[in-house]
């Protein structure tokens, strides 16, 4: 068994954003089947940029684990952002967060990182008094988030507007 707590885990910086880029189109190939690369890219790494200059303030909670044999490469990530509606009875403060990125690089799976990086997100949902976390599961994740207390929850209708290419 591997001890998740022994990993060092820390709060992602804006000068991890292209890793985490790059984590995240390892996550979509794994998801869909085939890496998406495009013009998303540029996007997602000016965000992450300007949302991780101040973890203080940022609704992004964003934790990584360096690879040990290549700095300044990241082994595996979980990032996840806090919304805010409207209070309700089981939601008091009306904080919810949603997982939308968790990925080790396939090298180094198997390890407990990924275990170890979303720990470290549900503890800082947590310390923003979040009632409700929601994520989408990849097969090959879903054992890892239901070992976390994850469950079905109801099946959401959704709608998507496609940008143009």
Same mark, same amino acid.
Request: proline share 7%.
């Given at each position: 068994?591997?001890?998740?707590?022994?990993?060092?885990?820390?709060?992602?910086?804006?000068?991890?954003?292209?890793?985490?880029?790059?984590?995240?189109?390892?996550?979509?190939?794994?998801?869909?089947?085939?890496?998406?690369? #495009? /013009?998303?890219?540029?996007?997602?790494?000016?965000?992450?940029?300007?949302?991780?200059?101040?973890?203080?303030?940022?609704?992004?909670?964003?934790?990584?684990?360096?690879?040990?044999?290549? /700095?300044?490469?990241?082994?595996?990530?979980?990032?996840?952002?806090?919304?805010?509606?409207?209070?309700?009875?089981?939601?008091?403060?009306?904080?919810?967060?949603?997982?939308?990125?968790?990925?080790?690089? /396939?090298?180094?799976?198997?390890?407990?990182?990924?275990?170890?990086?979303?720990?470290?997100?549900?503890?800082?949902?947590?310390?923003?008094?979040?009632?409700?976390?929601?994520?989408?599961?990849?097969? #090959? #994740?879903? #054992?890892?988030?239901?070992?976390?207390?994850?469950?079905?929850?109801?099946?959401?209708?959704?709608?998507?507007?496609?940008?143009?290419?």
């Amino acid at each position: 068994m591997i001890n998740a707590s022994a990993i060092e885990v820390r709060q992602g910086a804006a000068e991890d954003a292209a890793e985490l880029v790059r984590l995240r189109l390892l996550m979509f190939e794994a998801m869909q089947g085939e890496a998406r690369p #495009g /013009p998303w890219q540029a996007t997602a790494e000016a965000m992450l940029r300007d949302r991780l200059r101040d973890p203080a303030t940022t609704t992004m909670g964003v934790f990584v684990v360096d690879d040990p044999a290549q /700095p300044g490469r990241l082994a595996a990530c979980a990032v996840g952002t806090l919304e805010e509606r409207l209070p309700a009875p089981g939601h008091p403060d009306g904080r919810f967060g949603f997982v939308f990125n968790i990925c080790t690089d /396939p090298a180094m799976r198997r390890r407990g990182y990924a275990r170890a990086c979303t720990e470290a997100l549900l503890a800082w949902f947590d310390a923003h008094r979040v009632t409700r976390i929601d994520l989408h599961a990849t097969e #090959g #994740g879903e #054992g890892l988030y239901r070992s976390l207390g994850f469950t079905e929850h109801s099946v959401p209708l959704s709608r998507t507007r496609r940008p143009q290419d």
